[in-house]
């Protein structure tokens, strides 16, 4: 059966690599920027078909608008490239928003951060795919049909190829981003070209339509508070921007400079494309309004469209008007537009294990997400991820409107915080240079940085005010759970530590009493559970006994060998080698490798383990043990040894069954008894 899910195992995600094959996984910057800018390009499908739907609320009137609320889209933009630019330079540990709001604004800003981009990036899969599944559907009627269980399959072929590796699903990604790239860039200046030199009149295929606008009337405050609620839908195009600052690890060296000049190159384009969009949109004539009352809203003809219209894109509007319809190119743009938006989610599916593990380091989430996979990705975070977007496009039926409006509001915390912990990352450095031109540097960069914690904290509230009550008030409560969950795993795992704790002074039983078998106790890192395992084997008389710990990391395993010899425990550590990253494989190929020296002996293996007293605990903790138990189960002449530890909740739970045990024991009286000291009568037996 093992070698069966091997196989399968290998068909889908391919071969184990070592972990001394890293640095082969690395990206230069021309496959970086797919992986990690496709969030970010393909933004330009919806958000400036975003800010014309807003505002067709109060009719076409208000489409003049549109291009003030563009610029202050790009001015927003610019700023926020050029303040990450600064973040990837003073940060390139890969811990991005969360590591600049821990370092600088402390743990409950950053553990803020944390909870906001996980939200961000599982949205950020959601409306990808579900937008895409959109666009698909408007040709393919099958697809519409069944929107939420395409849009989950598409999920999961994106997790498969993710699974593979982050270089290798950046090729492949690689080919049709940059033909997207190509694709909307030459649409734009083209159409530029066609509308300023040439003189020719550009003509969307809804140019002749009308929009009616539900409140047509619109003035003062009212207006106002459309035009922001446009502003903050366009700010659709920012997402993914922080991609790259939580990605500098995986760049090729010099990884600052790389990733800065990925974000930049990242920055110019995706304005281009926005901004030469939305003006040949206009220029076109483009009529765009809100799906759900599109059949009535927009008029053909003088005549409501009804149920069956179909409102165009308006990627598709302009590539019509600039190429005519059913041209090559038109069917190019639609095709790539239509992918791109599927590849979108790759930047969220590179993003969140690497917040994961950064997360699972510092013990706020399970140390499973921690581990890389035999591809060297961050396997487990990869799962998790696609399972949150699935959840949401079965809850949210893949709609992309339900869904839009929970987005932006955790990137928008993550801008914020993050620039205003650069601000201080500044002012603190500024106090210890004496370098007039690296203060100058830094003067540089605070500005900034403070100048785009102003501008992104602006558009915060705008988001909140205008997108509370049309949903995002799930994400804001999204969040502080998360956020609490964390905390609770942290002191868990603090607990746990604490209480595991050996002081320095502890001494180790000398006594080696003699036996008849071999006997090997599995040690992580030398905590009382590991002693007692020791002691444990010690008194059961073993023939030899060693310790055994598996290397998955070099300096961790040098530096258990050096406190193992720093106490003076006489048991002799073995490490064994785990190029791939495993800890079961190894043990039980040394373990038979030790029945094959003396097939008649007896090896017994120890395996420490914790007793935890709340379900959840189980998620935390021994989850190696149970499938290293597994498979020693089942090899002849081992025996498999679990010497347990209790945890102080542990403790609790068994005492609280004692108490309701004892609860249980005391019965009610029954109608029948007699209370003690009244006469029973003469016609009870005594």
Same mark, same amino acid.
């Given at each position: ?34 992986v ?8 330009v ?6 800010i ?12 003049g608008?549109? +291009?003030w609320?563009?610029?202050?889209? !790009?001015?927003?933009?610019?700023t ?7 973040n ?6 890969? /811990?991005?928003d969360y ?14 951060v944390?909870s ?6 599982i949205?950020? !899969?959601a409306?990808? !795919? ?19 269980q ?16 982050? =270089?290798?699903?950046?090729?492949a ?10 694709a ?6 083209w159409?530029?070209f066609?509308?300023?030199v040439?003189g020719?009149e ?6 002749g ?6 409140q ?21 195009a920012?997402t993914?921007?922080?991609?790259i ?8 060296k010099?990884k600052?400079k790389?990733?800065?000049t ?13 901004v030469?969009?939305i ?7 483009v009529?765009l309004a809100? +799906?759900?009352?599109?059949a ?7 005549? +409501?469209a ?6 165009p ?34 930047t ?15 013990r ?6 921690h ?7 961050f ?9 949150g977007?699935?959840?949401?496009l079965?809850?949210?039926?893949a ?5 839009l409006?929970?987005?932006?509001v955790g990137?928008?915390v993550?801008f914020?915080?993050s620039?205003? /912990?650069m ?5 603190r ?5 004496e370098?007039?031109s690296?203060?100058?540097r830094?003067?540089?960069?605070r ?16 988001v ?6 049309h ?6 409560v999204t ?5 609490l ?6 002191r ?8 595991l ?12 009493l003699?036996? =008849?078998?071999h ?9 009382k ?10 008194a ?7 310790a !055994? ?6 300096e ?11 106490r /003076?425990?006489?048991?002799p550590l073995k490490?064994?080698?785990?190029p791939?990253?495993?800890i ?22 120890y395996?420490p ?19 290293l ?14 010497? +347990?530890?209790?945890?102080?909740s ?8 004692a108490?309701?045990a004892?609860?249980?024991?005391v019965?009610r009286?029954w ?16």
């Amino acid at each position: 059966m093992s070698k069966v899910t091997d196989l399968v195992k290998r068909l889908f995600i391919g071969r184990a690599l070592r972990s001394t094959q890293l640095h082969e996984q690395l990206l230069p910057k021309r496959i970086a920027l797919p992986v990690f800018a496709s969030d970010a390009l393909s933004s330009v499908a919806y958000a400036p078909q975003e800010i014309l739907v807003i505002l067709s609320i109060a009719g076409v009137s208000f489409y003049g608008f549109a +291009p003030w609320v563009a610029a202050a889209v !790009v001015v927003v933009m610019l700023t926020v490239v050029a303040s990450y630019r600064q973040n990837v330079h003073a940060y390139p540990s890969g /811990g991005g928003d969360y590591e600049v709001a821990t370092v600088n604004l402390g743990q409950n800003a950053g553990l803020t951060v944390a909870s906001a981009l996980m939200v961000d990036y599982i949205l950020t !899969v959601a409306v990808s !795919v579900a937008n895409g599944v959109d666009y698909v559907g408007a040709t393919i009627p099958y697809v519409a049909e069944h929107k939420p269980q395409i849009a989950i399959l598409i999920v999961v072929l994106l997790t498969i190829v993710n699974l593979r590796g982050i =270089r290798e699903s950046g090729a492949a990604f690689a080919v049709p981003t940059y033909t997207f790239m190509f694709a909307v860039i030459g649409l734009v200046f083209w159409g530029g070209f066609r509308l300023l030199v040439l003189g020719d009149e550009l003509r969307a295929p809804t140019a002749g339509y009308q929009i009616v606008g539900e409140q047509s009337n619109l003035a003062g405050l009212a207006a106002v508070f459309l035009i922001l609620r446009a502003f903050s839908s366009g700010c659709a195009a920012l997402t993914g921007v922080e991609a790259i600052s939580n990605g500098v690890p995986a760049f090729r060296k010099p990884k600052s400079k790389n990733a800065a000049t990925t974000l930049l190159m990242m920055g110019l384009i995706a304005i281009t494309m926005f901004v030469g969009i939305i003006t040949l949109g206009l220029a076109s004539g483009v009529k765009l309004a809100d +799906p759900a009352t599109a059949a009535t809203s927009v008029l053909i003809d003088g005549r +409501p469209a009804g149920p069956g219209y179909n409102q165009p894109p308006i990627i598709a509007q302009v590539a019509e008007a600039v190429f005519g319809n059913g041209s090559v190119f038109f069917v190019v743009i639609a095709a790539v537009t239509a992918l791109i938006l599927f590849l979108a989610a790759n930047t969220a599916f590179n993003g969140f294990p690497v917040l994961g593990a950064i997360l699972a380091q510092d013990r706020f989430l399970p140390r499973q997400l921690h581990n890389r996979g035999d591809r060297l990705a961050f396997s487990n975070g990869i799962v998790i991820l696609a399972a949150g977007a699935c959840l949401l496009l079965w809850g949210f039926q893949a709609d992309v409107s339900r869904l839009l409006n929970l987005y932006i509001v955790g990137v928008f915390v993550s801008f914020t915080l993050s620039q205003t /912990g650069m601000v201080r990352h500044w002012t603190r450095h500024l106090r210890t240079e004496e370098d007039p031109s690296a203060r100058a540097r830094m003067r540089r960069s605070r500005v900034i940085n403070f100048f785009g914690g102003i501008m992104t904290g602006l558009v915060l509230v705008v988001v909140l005010l205008t997108k509370f009550t049309h949903g995002a008030w799930i994400v804001c409560v999204t969040m502080p759970v998360l956020f609490l969950m964390m905390k609770a795993i942290r002191r868990h795992y603090d607990n746990v530590s604490q209480e595991l704790a050996v002081a320095e002074g502890t001494q180790v039983d000398e006594s080696m009493l003699p036996a =008849r078998n071999h006997a090997v106790v599995l040690v992580s890192k030398i905590h009382k559970p590991t002693l007692r395992a020791l002691s444990y084997a010690r008194a059961t008389r073993p023939s030899t006994l060693e310790a !055994v710990t598996v290397g998955v990391d070099g300096e961790d395993a040098r530096a258990l060998q050096e406190e193992w010899e720093r106490r /003076g425990i006489a048991v002799p550590l073995k490490t064994l080698d785990s190029p791939y990253r495993e800890i079961t494989r190894p043990i039980l190929e040394y373990v038979k490798s030790l029945r094959r020296r003396s097939p008649r002996d007896v090896v017994t293996v120890y395996i420490p383990e914790y007793v935890v007293g709340h379900w959840w605990e189980h998620l935390l903790h021994n989850q190696s043990a149970l499938r290293l138990k597994g498979r020693l189960l089942f090899q002849p002449g081992v025996m498999v040894t679990s010497v +347990p530890w209790q945890l102080h909740s542990a403790d609790r739970l068994k005492v609280r069954r004692a108490q309701r045990a004892a609860a249980m024991a005391v019965r009610r009286p029954w109608p029948g008894d007699v209370p003690q000291g009244m006469d029973r009568g003469p016609d009870v037996k005594a």
